[in-house]
């Protein structure tokens, strides 16, 4: 029987976690809605079981996660498309992993599935893939030592997506971001606020406006935490842009304007090739302070899909061999630890710079 299953296996990322899974020798099957795009992909990975499951099928899906420690979904958007393989894990007492980084599904899962999650003895690990996991790494290790820290990330993102991130980006750039100021949560429209960010060398100070990423609904989980606020670096045309655009966000839930949308991705590649993605640089950076303590650590490479894939891979072996440490909704780190991805980070030239105050001797 396989460790792991893997649903929503030929998407884009879906793939290249596929991939990902049988260099790492797992044991896994793969999920999905097309059996003969899922029989081509086993051809390729290894041969893993095949397992037929679709959107909407709890029993179908639960069915599939027979003899099953762990499922990895890549399904998304997850705010549309998500709750199949959620329902199926609790039902099926089996842990949960996906690739999302959408913050109003993650805020749900937090309130409302979280107890359920404890009584089948299972963590739902949502977020872990990039962007979300080189951010709960760079919280934990600024803030480490900190009592009611104050935490502000800041990310460089590259511009090239796959057409299911910019589903997910479609929702997100619509929501409202949820920050912990004073140790209540507040909620910041995107663009509301506005600083400049000291992004280490090659980038240096960039000015960044505020932006609803998931890591300000994750980090609390496993963080002490007075504040944690998260921005977006931005140029000058940019910056311009999505302050003037900002009171119209909310209009990106219309049906019609998502018609519209999707219209559009339906033209695009799937997603960046590899040469691509080789090029894509990005950087994360934490800032901590707590009194007289201060810490940043900046976090960067390239290739955030390939991430995406190393990361879902490397978390969901630890877990099915291991299982996770607690249950119950849980960050990334807080899930599986540093050193799963920080091995992933040195396997894959992910750069983790810290900068600190040098006490006196």
């Known amino acids: 029987m396989p460790e792991i299953l893997l649903f929503g296996a030929t998407g884009y990322t879906g793939k290249l976690t596929a991939h990902a899974l049988a260099r790492r020798g797992a044991d896994f099957a793969i ?18 079981e095949v397992r037929v499951a679709s959107v909407g099928d709890v029993d179908g899906l639960v069915d599939a996660l027979d003899g099953v420690k762990v499922l990895i979904t890549c399904v998304g958007p997850f705010a549309t498309l998500g709750q199949t393989a959620i329902e199926a894990a609790l039902r099926a007492k089996v842990h ?3 690739s999302t980084g959408e913050g109003p599904f993650i805020g749900e899962l937090i309130e409302n599935k979280n107890e359920q999650a404890r009584r089948a003895g299972i963590a739902m690990t949502p977020a872990m893939g990039f962007d979300e ?3 709960d790494v760079a919280a934990t290790k600024s803030t480490e030592g900190m009592e009611q820290a104050e935490l502000t990330l800041t990310y460089a993102l590259p511009t090239q997506f796959s057409t299911g991130t910019l589903r997910s980006v479609l929702g997100i750039a619509a ?8 140790g209540r949560p507040i909620q910041v429209k995107v663009g509301e606020k506005q600083r400049w960010a000291p992004m280490p060398p090659p980038l240096g100070p960039r000015a960044s406006l505020s932006f609803p990423l998931a890591e300000a609904r994750l980090a ?25 655009a900002a009171p119209f966000m909310p ?5 019609t304007l998502q018609n519209m949308f999707e219209k559009v991705l339906e033209r695009l590649p799937e997603g960046p090739n590899e040469q691509q ?3 894509s640089h990005w950087t994360i950076l934490g800032e901590a302070r707590a009194g007289s303590k201060w810490r940043n650590v900046a976090i960067s490479g390239t290739d955030v899909y390939g991430l995406t894939a190393e990361f879902l891979s490397a978390g969901a072996i630890k877990v099915a061999s291991e299982g996770p ?4 909704v849980l960050a990334p780190v807080q899930a599986v630890g540093l050193e799963t991805f920080e091995k992933v980070f040195a396997e894959h030239g992910v750069n983790v710079d810290v900068y600190e105050a040098r006490s006196e001797e």
């Open 277 to 279: 993605r080789s090029k």
């Open 325 to 328: 440490a607690d249950t119950g």
């Open 133 to 135: 996991v080189p951010a």
């Open 251 to 255: 209009l990106l839930a219309n049906n």
């Open 31 to 48: 999920a999905g809605r097309n059996r003969s795009k899922l029989e081509a992909l086993a051809a390729t990975t290894g041969g893993p």
């Open 175 to 182: 929501s409202t971001a949820v920050w912990l100021e004073n």
């Open 96 to 98: 949960y992993i996906d």
């Open 220 to 244: 609390p989980l496993h963080l002490d935490l007075r504040s944690v606020s998260t921005y977006m670096t931005v140029g000058a045309v940019e910056k311009i842009g999505m302050k003037a």
